[in-house]
């Protein structure tokens, strides 16, 4: 069983940062490669950074690279994305996901977290 629960969202000024978390509450966290989506209103869902289950593959979509940096720790069976120099055009909601694979589309990811707002304001 997968169960995802993201925190750490909020509002921030543009220029500064959030860590948002995802806690996997099953035992079988380092099966999976781990994603960081996000979907602003009317927009589609989209991908922002990926890690492989050891860590070794990372993506990021060009948008987050060199501001986002997604890290895990398999004994906590945690996810991170590290968001700094936040933009007004970062706000959205985040989701992580599981996928079994490592995938960069949403289609790909088995299991979802319920989602955390991310307000950057200007």
């Known amino acids: 069983q997968v169960q995802l629960v993201e925190s750490g969202g909020g509002l921030v000024q543009a220029g500064g940062s959030l860590r948002l978390s995802c806690a996997n509450s099953?035992?079988?966290?380092?099966?999976?490669?781990m994603g960081w989506f996000r979907q602003a209103p009317g927009k589609e869902r989209e991908i922002v950074a990926a890690?492989?289950?050891?860590?070794?593959?990372?993506y990021y979509a060009d948008s987050v690279k060199g501001r986002f940096t997604i890290s895990r720790d398999n004994a906590k069976n945690t996810v991170y994305l590290q968001m700094n120099n936040l933009k007004p055009e970062d706000t959205a909601v985040y989701y992580c996901?599981?996928?079994?694979?490592?995938?960069?589309?949403?289609?790909?990811?088995?299991?979802w977290g319920q989602g955390t707002q991310v307000t950057v304001s200007s």
């Open positions: 099953g035992r079988t966290f380092s099966w999976y490669v």
């Open positions: 996901a599981a996928a079994v694979s490592f995938a960069v589309l949403a289609g790909a990811y088995d299991y």
């Open positions: 890690i492989s289950q050891n860590g070794g593959r990372i």
